[in-house]
């Protein structure tokens, strides 16, 4: 695992101002724009994201998260997510640093939306790899529970080396569970079933929603109920899958989920 950098500033201050530098900005430029951005809210009554627009992305980008300290909303993040997306590997350092500051330094209502904004547009995105591991060597780990507990489609690989060491403080426990919940019921969840079978034995899980998934997840199979099964034609002689078969069946327990290389057992018989 590669060294820790130093913490992120907090939004807005002195040090904030001098890093704001490094993506070709000043402080009074941007104050600025997002003076005339609220002056545009107070006008209409409300601040409305969608009917803004702003200069070059890092300009976007800079005004998109002050403002987001004072209307913490993913309303905001996903435009930032788009400069994010549109900018060069300085600018998108930059942003995943605002994430870890707002992550660290709060406060809760906008802690709280960059988790939700991590959770959808970065972690389920080709680059979650790259933005965990940026940000799990930007934090603390006294505050890794909002980064861990959205962490679910993160690939395993990138995110197992977290869990354990979180594993090892009870004060990240709620936050790892519901990170290992979110490997195995989230719609792009990831995860090593076995490696975290031993990670669920290691932590204390209070919340009985919580340990009751986590239980079904690591020590019972996926119950299903067949719909209908279609039989592939294998007259094709440049078929390769001898005995293929598409299957519709119907999730029995309230909860679903499927991990890579899972098997299907159907009267005693292993298919997969």
Same mark, same amino acid.
């Given at each position: ?7 992120? /500033? ?61 209307? %913490? ?6 435009? $930032? ?15 995943? !640093? ?27 995105? @080709? ?13 603390? !780990? ?12 993160? %690939? ?7 869990? #354990? ?8 426990? /709620? ?23 031993? $990670? =669920?034995? !290691? ?16 020590? #019972? ?6 719909? @209908?099964? =279609? ?5 094709? /002689? ?8 598409? $299957? ?8 679903? !989920? ?5 098997? $299907? ?8």
């Amino acid at each position: 695992m590669a060294e820790p950098t130093s913490p992120p /500033p907090r939004i807005g201050t002195p040090r904030w101002d001098r890093e704001l530098a490094g993506i070709g900005l000043n402080r009074l430029s941007v104050d600025t724009d997002v003076g005339l951005a609220l002056e545009f809210a107070d006008v209409h009554a409300e601040f409305d994201p969608h009917a803004l627009d702003f200069g070059t992305d890092a300009e976007a980008a800079a005004i998109w998260v002050l403002l987001h300290q004072r209307f %913490p909303s993913y309303g905001i993040l996903m435009y $930032l997510r788009m400069c994010w997306s549109n900018g060069d590997h300085v600018l998108q350092d930059w942003i995943v !640093r605002q994430f870890a500051a707002m992550l660290v330094h709060g406060p809760g209502p906008v802690a709280e939306s960059a988790e939700y904004g991590l959770w959808v547009d970065y972690f389920e995105s @080709s680059e979650a790899a790259q933005v965990f591991t940026a940000l799990t060597l930007q934090m603390p !780990r006294s505050h890794w529970d909002r980064l861990i507990s959205g962490a679910g489609p993160v %690939p395993w690989e990138a995110k197992h080396h977290v869990f #354990q060491e979180a594993a090892e403080d009870p004060a990240l426990h /709620p936050a790892l569970a519901k990170g290992l919940a979110g490997s195995f019921y989230d719609v792009y969840g990831q995860v090593d079933a076995v490696e975290a079978a031993a $990670l =669920v034995e !290691r932590i204390t899980v209070a919340d009985e929603d919580l340990l009751e998934a986590l239980t079904e997840a690591v020590t #019972q199979p996926l119950r299903l109920r067949t719909g @209908s099964a =279609v039989i592939v034609d294998e007259s094709d /002689p440049g078929w390769p899958h001898e005995g293929s078969f598409l $299957l519709r069946a119907v999730v029995r327990s309230p909860r679903s !989920r499927w991990v890579g290389r899972s098997e $299907l057992v159907a009267d005693g018989q292993m298919y997969g």
